[in-house]
Nanobody
Framework: QVELVESGGGLVQAGDSLRLSCAAS????????MGWFRQAPGLERMFVAG????????LYADSVKGRFTISRDNAKNMVYLQMNSLKPEDTAVYYC????????????????????WGQGTQVTVSS
């Protein structure tokens, strides 16, 4: 019902910046809280950032707070993750996700709350 496609990943050096994009399909996009998750090899998928349907409320993992910024453009069905001051520990596959519940408006940090997922985009930060 909802397709999510991430882009913008790549290989960068520590301290660099990168912006990830998530293109969403579906007419209900503007009603869905959106989130970014990441998964490093051998580790569980972890919450990175979330944003409310209207884009007013955001939520961040402590590990990225102050460095990453999530935003959305509902007119374009797009979600972004601006990543600054990247560290090698940020290396992971980053996934875009949508909370498809019709009663959800604010982001949450649990992967179980999200119903639709993109294929992921690789971010590699070298030291």
């Amino acid at each position: 019902q909802v397709e999510l496609v991430e882009s913008g990943g790549g290989l960068v050096q520590a301290g660099d910046s990168l912006r990830l994009s998530c293109a969403a399909s579906g007419r209900a996009f503007s009603r869905y809280p959106m989130g970014w998750f990441r998964q490093a090899p051998g580790l569980e998928r972890m919450f990175v950032a979330g944003i409310s349907a209207g884009g007013v409320t955001t939520l961040y993992a402590d590990s990225v707070k102050g460095r990453f910024t999530i935003s959305r453009d509902n007119a374009k069905n797009m979600v972004y993750l601006q990543m600054n001051s990247l560290k090698p520990e940020d290396t992971a596959v980053y996934y875009c996700a949508a909370d498809g519940s019709p009663f959800s408006h604010d982001p949450v940090g649990s992967a179980n709350a999200y119903d639709y997922w993109g294929q992921g985009t690789q971010v590699t930060v070298s030291s």
